[in-house]
């Protein structure tokens, strides 16, 4: 890790010095249109001082991406591990949970829709009427607090227009696929305009239950809407309003005793459901002499219930098996069913004053920002679980959480070619838990973040930045241990300090657009989902969060879009990481010390990639390919499985007359098994409980047809 800290001294000393060395240019054209809108202010991607991906409606369209899980390969150092029916639980650069949570929900990789917290709640996350996802990587602290350790996606919807415009869509496919959308928007009135969408998607899950003779157990069925509205009440003052409902219906039978992968034995299948509403009201007001005044509010509620049959097969199964007892053997008795069903509501207000051209201070050469924000959390959960037809493990439980947060940011001019940014935010966090078990907790804890980013224009072609910020993540407690995890009941908050240089380019009388971002972490008592099976009922799988002593991670993204010609284009995307504990060790369940100190953290592939070229004839002709790709990784840092290194090949052909596209497209062109979620445990009885592989699988190949119609 020396090396690395090294390397990247030098680099950073080596852009100071070409900082203060090379020629100023008076400006700096404007290389990119596409905005960032997810920092306090509109910005051009050119100008944020941070990695940051953004992926637009163009290339979502050429992708035929319908849901948010067909974007996360299109995007370096971003993972996602597959226990449930759509991504939920997302990594970036290796942070990030993987499982369902033991203790109080605190996501570090925040996902906003249009303002609406949905962090942990991913599911909800079509792709129809979108108009660009910003994927931050590295922390947040300063904009987000502790829901963006790792970073954000923020999803940003179209806006509403005082033009009309309306649109409806159909998909058909193999696996019984059936999506139809369509939009609307205009103006109400001179000064109230709207934009609503709507989508319900239908597919069987790519899952054939042999025993059950069906093939929709694992079956995606959801509809979604969102309404937006801007009201102009006066040349000061702009009301945005939105509006998300979001109804996931879908199965999870997704596991097999021998993966196969795509047919299940299940006689209980399992569901994965979660019904959310939420609403947010930004009120931006320039009235004021001194500042614009801009008041957010956000208000989430959402169900939902995650099961699954937990032995992965039937009674008929397991009675053909022999299992020993006291008597010698007999047959098999197996019956395990797990689920949870939560409640949560969220509710936050933010307030910021943001300096106007007479209110800028330190020689009208510096923006000045302040805020205050305060959310509220409550969920309650209820564990059912049973094994053999008995109770297993019950627990009710019920949670709440207050965060108060003050924070500021400084940007200014230092001169035609400089730019500083300094922010700090700090954040106190109150929480109230009790359950049925009989465990209380109240911890409360006080802490910060923030930035500093040093950005220069190099010359008409290139700019960089230097960018510290720390992040972090609150502590908490897990809930409903079995008796040799009482040490882990609690667990503390995890800091994380990111050292980040980046160059951004334009290249080729701007055909050639770059974006490179170098960086390493810090991270001190790192929270770690850990797993342990129960010795004394083989049947209970534990998952809880503990804390490491440390770790480090370093990497690079690097993303080229190339315009070749007037009818060709590529995008690419490449991330390198390497993330490893320098201290860690934990007990297995029979109480033996593992030492996994410098090994790599789960779920973080050394490199991922996208390579998307796209060509569009002058008379209408469209087609795409897309290839991504992302190394070998541990499924766990519980055991040592590993997934294979794996490549998806994706294509389309299409073509747009004036208001009218067909499409035809394919995922997975080439067939190939992806594991998305692995585990290590004794799930059959017969083999006395002996510890094997289990792997989950993405979809097999994908083929579908899209008509849409825009006027």
Known sequence: MNISKSALSIAITAALCSFSTLASPSSLSDIEKITVTSSFKNQSLAQVPTSVAVIGEQQ??????????????????LNFSGGTSRPKYLQIRGVGERSEYRGAPNSSVGFIVDDINLSGLGMAASMYDVQQVEVLRGPQGTRFGANALAGLVYIKSNQPSQSPEHGVKATFGNDDL???????????????SYRISLEQHQQNGYRDNHYLKRDDTNGIDEFSGKLKLRYQASADLVVDFSYLFADNDNGFDAWTLDNNGFNTLTDDPGVDKQKSHGAAVNFSYQGLAFAQLNAITSYTTTKHQHAYDGDWANADYWANKACADDAGFVPCEYSYLWDKQADRDIWSQEFRLLSNESSRIFANSTDWLLGAYFSQLKETNDLDSSYNGWADEVLDSRYSANNYALFGQLDSNLDEAHQLSVGLRVEKRTTDYIDSAGDEFEPSETMWGGHIALSKKLNTQHSAYIRIAQGYKAGGFNMGLPAQLNAYKEFDTETLVNYELGVKSNLLDNALISRLAVFYMDRKDQQVNASQQNPDKPQQFTIYTANATS????GVELELNYQLSDNLTLDTAFGYLKARYDNYAYLDKYGANIDISGRELAHAPNYTFSVGTTYRSDDGLVANLHWTGKDEFYFSDSHSEKSASANLLNGKIAYEFANFSIALWARNIT??????????FGNEPDLDWAAKKYVRYGAPRQIGLTLDYQF
């Open 60 to 77: 979502i369209n050429d992708q035929s991406m319908q849901h948010f899980e067909e974007l996360l390969n299109s995007v370096a150092n």
């Open 178 to 192: 059936i999506n139809l959308a369509g939009f609307s928007a205009g103006g109400l009135t001179d000064k109230l």
């Open 551 to 554: 770790s480090n991670s370093y």
């Open 671 to 680: 067939d190939k098994k992806v594991a998305t979620r692995g585990f290590f």
